[in-house]
């Protein structure tokens, strides 16, 4: 008898370890669910409203953005958007046709000029927040008078300000049998573009232009710009190019502003058709040298929100505002904050030198 009582002892001793154990290890795996859970959540209220993160896809921003840097954004500096669709959190899977009220909560700072901004990418067809990702310089103000003339970006008819970082195509005339080594070319830190008969287009700074004007095989180096005939991006499909065909020459035109009024024509309709049609959402026909305007016959219009001209530090490898148009306000996401880490795709390295750099304008 005493052996079974001291055996019944046991058993419920290991058993009562077991549920002590078992407790234990709920609690244990319950207060890192919560944890995660809350992790989530704090992830969430960051990405949505103060920070994002963002790669560098292309060379439209070099040389002061480099293909393969990774960028912090920072939303608080024009203001977070609520959110404006339902969606997946970090992924860019959303209920299609489910578009959320939402309020822009206010900044610490408007957007100036030359910021370099993040926005969603106008023309794409989708909700506003999930459209792709773009990074550009803001260089046309809302109500500014924007022309391009030989390149040369004229706002409210003075020269603009320019950045010892901006690169352009230039043409480059070698002398006779004198061949130039693509290899050189790179190591100047330029880009061979095309070749042709005793010549060569090649992307770089102004600096780099003056030193190549050096070389002994070079004979002269000159900012190439479009023929005043060239229609090439007329097919492009963007309605703001089919007016303006030659982004090296556009005609002056003004960006709309909130509030203000424009006086629409056959001549400057290419320039606001998207803006009321895509962006302000009216119903506009056209009956010659008249338009109706939400049933409406009127050639006047007074916009409904700020817009933005913007263009990449390349010049001439950059598809920006020159081709597809302005970025209305509530396509703005964010100011390009800090580089975090920055990835060297030629020679699978990291730029060690451009980690934490702070993105000025």
Same mark, same amino acid.
């Given at each position: !008898?005493?052996?079974?009582? @001291? ?15 078992e ?34 896809p &292309?060379? @439209? !921003?070099?040389?002061?953005?480099? &293909? ?5 954004? &920072? ?6 958007? &609520? ?31 030359n ?6 990418y ?22 500014d ?6 390149? +040369?970006?004229? *706002? ?8 010892d970082?901006? !690169?352009?195509?230039?043409? +480059? ?19 061979? *573009? ?9 992307? !770089? ?28 991006? @007329? ?23 909130e ?55 390349n ?47």
């Amino acid at each position: !008898m005493k052996n079974d009582k @001291s055996s019944s002892g046991k058993r419920s001793a290991r058993s009562e370890r077991r549920k002590s154990e078992e407790t234990k290890a709920k609690h244990w795996a319950k207060e890192w669910l919560d944890a995660l859970i809350w992790a989530g959540i704090a992830a969430i209220i960051l990405r949505t409203f103060f920070f994002g993160a963002y790669r560098i896809p &292309t060379p @439209s !921003m070099e040389k002061t953005l480099l &293909t393969g840097d990774f960028l912090i954004v &920072t939303k608080l500096a024009y203001g977070p958007r &609520t959110p404006m669709t339902l969606s997946v959190p970090f992924t860019d899977i959303y209920m299609p046709g489910v578009n959320l009220p939402w309020v822009r909560i206010p900044g610490y700072s408007d957007i100036k000029r030359n910021d370099i901004v993040v926005f969603n990418y106008p023309i794409d067809v989708a909700p506003i927040s999930v459209k792709t990702n773009y990074i550009k310089r803001a260089v046309g103000m809302p109500g500014d008078e924007l022309r391009i003339d030989e390149k +040369v970006l004229y *706002v409210n008819g003075e020269e603009a300000e320019t950045f010892d970082t901006y !690169m352009y195509n230039y043409r +480059v005339d070698i002398r006779d049998r004198i061949r130039l080594s693509p290899s050189k070319v790179r190591e100047a830190g330029a880009e061979l *573009v095309q070749s042709g008969n005793g010549f060569h287009i090649i992307n !770089m700074t102004e600096q780099t232009a003056e030193e190549l004007s050096e070389w002994p095989e070079v004979e002269n180096v000159n900012k190439f710009v479009l023929p005043d005939d060239y229609d090439g991006f @007329s097919r492009r499909g963007f309605n703001f190019s089919d007016g303006f065909a030659n982004h090296d020459n556009m005609k002056a035109f003004t960006v709309p502003a909130e509030g203000m009024e424009v006086e629409l024509t056959p001549e400057n309709w290419h320039v606001y058709e998207d803006v009321l049609l895509r962006y302000e959402r009216n119903l506009v026909e056209r009956n010659g040298d008249q338009f109706i305007i939400n049933g409406v016959e009127t050639n006047s219009y007074t916009f409904q929100q700020d817009y933005y001209f913007m263009m990449g530090d390349n010049r001439d490898d950059s598809e920006d505002s020159r081709y597809w148009g302005f970025v209305p306000q509530d396509h703005v996401i964010g100011k390009a904050g800090i580089i975090y880490f920055s990835w060297d795709g030629e020679n699978w390295l990291p730029r060690f030198n451009r980690i934490f750099d702070l993105i000025h304008s």
